[in-house]
């Protein structure tokens, strides 16, 4: 697909992110956009931003849905049908996602089952409800987004990182699948895996917020958190907080690859037809070292050597 211009583009977790700057780099290019999310003040500020910025004629649309249910995912399949009046998709981005879960062994199940529903169960739920209307589509592309978790699964010997890692991998797993499901049964729609290395995103703001809701943040789970990695370990309650809130904002901010710079390279890969899509330099060096020595993956040094071929890695 070498022109969005005339297309309808499906986007889940559109409310800020890769998912906005997805959104707003389609309408700029004349796309028409339909995006969910769970947090309806993020997903009004993308539509104000694109309606702004699309060229005249453009419709743009946001839904509230929870894409790890599965009822919500098809109710939020026929409201994009019915708003704009069509009977096809031409590109769906399965980009929703959140962090958490992060230990299998003695972690909160609910929390492993939140994340893990999500960043999977929402790709596997709104495939099963848009495939069909890419399917009538004379020409379209899947885009999942999966992560150099997808391949690598953990943050470092120190850090437990297994439902998120667990359901990225599956949707790396079900998207290289698909290359050849639809090159079978349905040879005009193409398919992408997205693999972010760290992205600026509001990720780890949102997750909080997607998780405790108005619940006051689990302060004596967070320290255990830090002090497995032997952190804050005389920290106050408000000092906890404050490193809390200053974590989600720093990995927005301080990261190599913006969330706009991220869609712009993941809207290339799809006009290039490309189905593994990688997102930052960090993603492509940490993807050349577990292919070098795939068993060494996990072996304490590794982190070191990534860090000595990531200039911007630090500590």
């Given at each position: 697909?070498?022109?969005?211009?005339?297309?309808?583009?499906?986007?889940?977790?559109?409310?800020?992110?890769?998912g906005?700057?997805?959104?707003?780099?389609?309408?700029?290019?004349?796309?028409?956009?339909?995006?969910?999310?769970?947090?309806?003040?993020?997903?009004?500020?993308?539509k104000?931003?694109?309606?702004?910025?699309?060229?005249?004629?453009?419709?743009?649309?946001v839904?509230?849905?929870?894409?790890?249910?599965?009822?919500?995912?098809?109710?939020?399949?026929?409201?994009?049908?019915?708003?704009?009046?069509?009977?096809?998709?031409?590109?769906l981005?399965?980009?929703?996602?959140?962090?958490?879960?992060?230990?299998?062994?003695?972690g909160?199940?609910?929390?492993?089952?939140?994340t893990?529903?999500?960043?999977?169960?929402?790709?596997?739920?709104?495939?099963?409800?848009?495939?069909?209307?890419?399917?009538?589509?004379?020409?379209?592309?899947?885009?999942?987004?999966?992560?150099?978790?997808?391949?690598?699964a953990?943050?470092g010997?120190?850090?437990a990182?297994?439902?998120?890692s667990a359901?990225?991998?599956?949707?790396?797993?079900?998207?290289?699948?698909?290359?050849?499901?639809?090159?079978?049964?349905?040879?005009?729609?193409?398919?992408?895996?997205?693999?972010?290395?760290?992205?600026?995103?509001?990720?780890?703001?949102?997750?909080?917020?997607?998780?405790?809701?108005?619940?006051?943040?689990?302060?004596?789970?967070?320290?255990?958190?830090?002090?497995?990695?032997?952190?804050?370990?005389?920290?106050?309650?408000?000092?906890?907080?404050q490193?809390?809130?200053q974590?989600?904002?720093?990995?927005?901010?301080?990261?190599?690859?913006?969330?706009?710079?991220?869609?712009?390279?993941?809207?290339?890969?799809v006009?290039?037809?490309?189905?593994?899509?990688?997102?930052?330099d960090?993603?492509?060096?940490?993807?050349?070292?577990?292919?070098?020595?795939?068993?060494?993956?996990?072996?304490?040094?590794?982190?070191?050597?990534?860090?000595?071929?990531?200039?911007?890695?630090?500590?």
């Amino acid at each position: 697909m070498k022109d969005f211009g005339g297309k309808l583009a499906v986007i889940t977790g559109g409310g800020t992110g890769m998912g906005r700057a997805l959104a707003r780099q389609l309408v700029a290019e004349g796309c028409d956009v339909a995006t969910c999310d769970v947090l309806m003040d993020n997903l009004a500020e993308t539509k104000r931003l694109c309606e702004q910025e699309a060229s005249q004629g453009r419709v743009v649309t946001v839904h509230q849905c929870d894409v790890a249910n599965e009822d919500e995912v098809f109710a939020f399949r026929d409201a994009v049908v019915e708003a704009h009046q069509t009977d096809h998709v031409d590109l769906l981005f399965n980009n929703a996602g959140i962090g958490g879960g992060a230990s299998f062994v003695d972690g909160d199940r609910d929390e492993w089952e939140r994340t893990f529903n999500i960043c999977w169960g929402g790709v596997y739920y709104c495939s099963r409800a848009f495939v069909p209307l890419l399917v009538a589509s004379p020409e379209a592309h899947l885009v999942n987004t999966s992560s150099v978790n997808g391949f690598w699964a953990t943050l470092g010997p120190r850090s437990a990182h297994s439902a998120y890692s667990a359901a990225k991998f599956a949707v790396k797993g079900f998207t290289e699948a698909l290359v050849t499901d639809f090159a079978n049964n349905a040879p005009h729609v193409k398919v992408s895996v997205v693999m972010p290395g760290h992205i600026g995103t509001s990720i780890a703001i949102n997750s909080r917020r997607i998780m405790q809701g108005d619940a006051p943040e689990d302060l004596a789970a967070a320290r255990e958190r830090f002090k497995s990695l032997g952190m804050m370990e005389d920290a106050t309650d408000d000092q906890l907080r404050q490193m809390i809130a200053q974590i989600g904002v720093r990995f927005r901010d301080d990261a190599p690859t913006t969330a706009e710079a991220a869609a712009a390279i993941i809207l290339d890969g799809v006009r290039e037809e490309r189905w593994r899509i990688l997102v930052g330099d960090d993603a492509h060096r940490l993807d050349e070292l577990v292919r070098e020595a795939p068993e060494d993956a996990y072996n304490g040094d590794f982190l070191q050597r990534l860090r000595d071929r990531v200039s911007w890695m630090l500590g």
